[in-house]
């Protein structure tokens, strides 16, 4: 059974209702040739990275290491919150080629290694005004920065060697909470597929 509010709406959304019937009967080309034509290019960024390096965590050594490309500190896309919350939150878990350590380290490509990662999706709060194709009902379209960075195990801190240890560390930074103060900003860790 229908509620009242929604019965009341009728009136105001009778014009909605006939443009979505005139849309549903059009052919599958039509409906393609509108849709191609009224959607907005997606945004994406292309961070600028780095190489560096990570101790797994399926490993028990401090000296070997597996390459891996990291998010730079500089970025030519903005906003790049998404990118510097990413880069914020790994680095006690990541090292660069300058902290590598000189001697008895050794490297290695591992081509087809699913690191362990931290993905941040960074929500615009404004949002851009746009109108439905089906109903020409407006609605606001939000521009979203994703970027993520690998994490391995902490190489001076024995404590946080294992996965659980790295997730507890990682929210307890402060970063990890402002970031999310934003509406719609996500952050997600995800374990590595070795």
Same mark, same amino acid.
């Given at each position: 059974?229908?509620?009242?509010?929604?019965?009341?709406?009728?009136?105001?959304?009778?014009?909605?209702?006939?443009?979505?019937?005139?849309?549903?009967?059009?052919? =599958? %080309? &039509?409906?393609?040739?509108?849709?191609? *034509? /009224?959607?907005?290019?997606? @945004?994406? !960024?292309?961070?600028?990275?780095?190489?560096?390096?990570?101790?797994?965590?399926?490993?028990?050594?401090?000296?070997?290491?597996?390459?891996?490309?990291?998010?730079?500190?500089?970025?030519?896309?903005?906003?790049? =919150? %998404? &990118?510097?919350?990413?880069?914020?939150? *790994? /680095?006690?878990?990541?090292? @660069?080629? !300058?902290?590598?350590?000189?001697?008895?380290?050794?490297?290695?490509?591992?081509?087809?290694?699913?690191?362990?990662?931290?993905?941040?999706?960074?929500?615009?709060?404004?949002?851009?005004?746009?109108?439905?194709?089906?109903?020409?009902?407006?609605?606001?379209?939000?521009?979203?920065?994703?970027?993520?960075?690998?994490?391995?195990?902490?190489?001076?801190?024995?404590?946080?060697?294992?996965?659980?240890?790295?997730?507890?560390?990682?929210?307890?930074?402060?970063?990890?909470?402002?970031?999310?103060?934003?509406?719609?900003?996500?952050?997600?860790?995800?374990?590595?597929?070795?």
């Amino acid at each position: 059974m229908a509620r009242f509010s929604d019965i009341n709406k009728g009136p105001e959304l009778a014009d909605a209702y006939a443009k979505m019937q005139i849309w549903r009967v059009k052919s =599958r %080309a &039509a409906k393609r040739t509108d849709f191609i *034509a /009224s959607r907005s290019k997606p @945004t994406t !960024a292309r961070w600028q990275r780095e190489k560096g390096y990570i101790l797994p965590f399926n490993s028990m050594g401090v000296t070997t290491f597996f390459e891996t490309m990291l998010l730079d500190t500089t970025q030519t896309i903005s906003p790049d =919150r %998404a &990118a510097a919350a990413a880069r914020n939150l *790994a /680095s006690d878990f990541v090292v @660069t080629l !300058a902290q590598l350590p000189g001697t008895g380290v050794t490297t290695f490509k591992v081509p087809k290694y699913t690191f362990a990662k931290i993905m941040c999706s960074d929500r615009d709060g404004t949002g851009v005004q746009k109108q439905s194709r089906l109903t020409d009902i407006p609605y606001l379209q939000y521009r979203t920065f994703g970027a993520s960075s690998p994490i391995g195990r902490n190489q001076t801190a024995p404590a946080t060697s294992q996965f659980a240890a790295v997730v507890v560390s990682i929210k307890a930074n402060a970063a990890y909470d402002g970031f999310l103060t934003q509406e719609g900003s996500r952050i997600s860790i995800i374990p590595e597929r070795g």
